[in-house]
């Protein structure tokens, strides 16, 4: 039972434009959000994340957005650049729960 | 630097040979877990420790244990390895529940099973 969902395994942009990466989660016992990103032979590593009492926070150029009623988030990242090529994870937590429920990632290729 | 690290990062073992993949951490984190990732899927929890306190998932086969002898160091024991058990076995580290924290990731290990 999937409880975190990345329908999109894959996304190409061209460098400078715009990123959107979205993910979708089940329960509404979800409090908290979280982006990782993860290239090839290393862990994830924390991007950003988001508290359920808000629906919107920035770092940057990474922008996540929650929309509780849709149980959707969405990770934007502007302008995009190669660097950014990767695979985004996002994952899901409930309040003073110790565990963390993942999507199956969205790989992501910034074209120069 | 605090980090997470595992080893070996790449293991390799026959099918029913017991293997044990090891996990430590520099930052004095209450929380170890370890995943479960195939490719091109979610990294799955397979359990995890809160301080000495094992929680195991309900769909955590038997062949799959762990030990925390003290707050640094985790162990994935898989007692018969089959080649289902192929993956990338991911440990990971966060601060106790009670307020938001992310979770730092070890590079993983990748387990071939012969």
């Known amino acids: 039972d999937q409880q975190v969902k990345q329908n999109s395994p894959s996304l190409s942009v061209q460098e400078g434009r715009i990123s959107i990466l979205n993910c979708d989660y089940t329960n509404s016992m979800f409090d908290y959000f979280l982006w990782y990103k993860k290239y090839p032979a290393e862990g994830p590593t924390f991007l950003i994340s988001?508290?359920?009492?808000?629906d919107k926070n920035e770092d940057g150029r990474f922008t996540v957005f929650l929309n509780k009623s849709a149980k959707h988030l969405s990770l934007h990242i502007v302008p995009s650049q190669p660097g950014d090529s990767a695979v985004y994870f996002c994952a899901v937590q409930a309040y003073n729960f110790n565990k963390f429920y993942f999507g199956s990632g969205t790989k992501l290729n910034v074209k120069p | 630097d605090a980090m997470v690290i595992q080893n070996p990062r790449y293991q390799v073992t026959q099918f029913g040979k017991p293997v044990t993949l090891s996990c430590s951490q520099t930052?004095?984190?209450?929380?170890m877990y370890w995943y479960q990732q195939k490719s091109s899927q979610a990294p799955k929890l397979l359990f995890h420790y809160y301080d000495k306190d094992f929680n195991n998932e309900a769909d955590t086969p038997d062949n799959f244990q762990s030990r925390r002898p003290n707050t640094s160091f985790c162990f994935l024991d898989i007692r018969s390895p089959g080649l289902g058990d192929a993956a990338m076995y991911l440990c990971a580290t966060s601060r106790a529940g009670g307020a938001y924290n992310e979770q730092f990731f070890g590079p993983g290990t990748r387990l071939t099973v012969l």
């Open positions: 988001i508290s359920s009492i808000k």
């Open positions: 930052l004095n984190h209450n929380v």
